[in-house]
């Protein structure tokens, strides 16, 4: 049992909060490794090679940034930021760096364990890409099939056209994480320009008019203001 537990690298300078996290994955049956700077956890993530890491931006040595950038180069471990630093840009210079998902502190715990298992449910997914025929998602009552390009709420189809499919596919393979508007953007038109983000936000408020939600109140596709969007988890029952 304790042979094929993931292996989960904290990177935390606040000792109560570095133990909290701990104490918490471990009881849900992770493997746990802490570091106090970004150089020990530099040291540990080459020496144990970790399924994921939880970092914290304001470290004692450098800025947690810099972790992201280094580690970027090299490897595809998910990598869930764990800040105080709240603002618009941070999260979304993060993400761009290449961090999977970020957590603001005060955070839950239900909320802590439901990222990691969808961080490393992403890159389960991403390493078997191709080798899985089309296949279902669902979330609630929402459900895709990739093969059929269908979309169903409550078990109606649900008609789109072929951007708006691609936006919610694109946020089904990424569920329970967010994507930054840029990165949405990049995926679905290719590049970015200035009226890129308004045409998806006009696709978006189509699909959320599709979907049969309230403004503002889409119970699947989450606004995260000033960052980007954040499909609700795919239903856990689905998991292997
Ligand atoms: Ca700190």
Redesign the pocket.
Known sequence: MSNNKFKILII???AN?RSFVETLLATNGYQVLTARTCAMGNALFLSHNPDLVIL?????DRD?LEFIRTVRKRFAAPIIVL??RTTEQDKVAALDLGANDYISKPFGTAELIARVRAALRTSRHAASAGALPGGRFTAGGLSIDYDRRQVFINGQEVKLTQTEYNIVALLSEHSGRVMTYAAIVRAIWGETDCGSTKKLQVNMANIRKKFGSRPGDNPYILNELGVGYRMVDEDAEKEP
């Open positions: 935390e300078d606040e909060i914290d931006l304001g470290l004692p947690g800040s105080a």
